[in-house]
T-cell receptor
Framework: AQSVTQLGSHVSVSEGALVLLRCNYSSSVPPYLFWYVQYPNQGLQLLLKYTSAATLVKGINGFEAEFKKSETSFHLTKPSAHMSDAAEYFC??????????????FGKGTKLTVNP | DVKVTQSSRYLVKRTGEKVFLECVQDMDHENMFWYRQDPGLGLRLIYFSYDVKMKEKGDIPEGYSVSREKKERFSLILESASTNQTSMYLCASNRGEVQPQHFGDGTRLSIL
């Protein structure tokens, strides 16, 4: 069964530092993977998605993620953190259920703090 | 731009009440979803629907039901609210397979 593990429920970085948020997945078939961001008191917004095209996926706000099949990872990075990046980030994998419908399985989330 | 609107941002109800959470999307999406979000647990799928009048149980359907009479509207029903259903509820929709889900801003529900 597909599942997602996000390593580190809280990550703290300084403004201008590299952001690295880790996500590992388990899947018996080639996965479709997503990163979402949730700002305080808002719903989730799509940052980027991987659907088996390029392994390096660029998203909004300067974020990117690299799909590594050998490591079953899809880590999210940003070269230089900005104060506005403070939010909670969710990794998700697409799961096809019996009958052909599809749902997302989410990780537990990583809360990013950016220090001035 | 896709808009998913949840009828209430904050709601306070009493145990035993029947509670309705409403969600409307304006992009003619086939699929709609209800999640609950709790600290440290991430998002958990309650129910989803891939067509009008169709519904499928998610991972935690107990104590909930749903209704989808029209394509744009997906309602979550707490038949008899209990305190352990105090949570943030998020509605989402998407066009089809492997398409990104678009989320509403959530309803923070407190059951007293």
């Amino acid at each position: 069964a597909q599942s997602v593990t996000q390593l580190g429920s809280h990550v703290s970085v300084s403004e201008g530092a590299l952001v690295l948020l880790r996500c590992n997945y388990s899947s018996s078939v080639p996965p479709y993977l997503f990163w979402y961001v949730q700002y305080p008191n808002q719903g989730l917004q799509l940052l980027l998605k991987y659907t088996s095209a390029a392994t390096l996926v660029k998203g909004i706000n300067g974020f990117e993620a690299e799909f590594k099949k050998s490591e079953t990872s899809f880590h999210l990075t940003k070269p230089s953190a900005h104060m506005s990046d403070a939010a909670e980030y969710f990794c998700a994998v697409s799961l096809f259920v019996q009958g052909g419908s599809e749902k997302l399985v989410f990780g537990k989330g990583t809360k990013l703090t950016v220090n001035p | 731009d896709v808009k998913v609107t949840q009828s209430s941002r904050y709601l306070v109800k009493r145990t035993g009440e029947k509670v309705f959470l409403e969600c409307v999307q304006d992009m003619d999406h086939e699929n709609m979803f209800w999640y609950r979000q709790d600290p440290g647990l991430g998002l958990r799928l309650i129910y989803f629907s891939y067509d009008v009048k169709m519904k499928e149980k998610g991972d935690i359907p107990e104590g909930y039901s749903v209704s989808r009479e029209k394509k744009e509207r997906f309602s979550l029903i707490l038949e008899s609210a209990s305190t352990n259903q105090t949570s943030m509820y998020l509605c989402a929709s998407n066009r089809g397979e492997v398409q990104p889900q678009h989320f509403g801003d959530g309803t923070r529900l407190s059951i007293l």
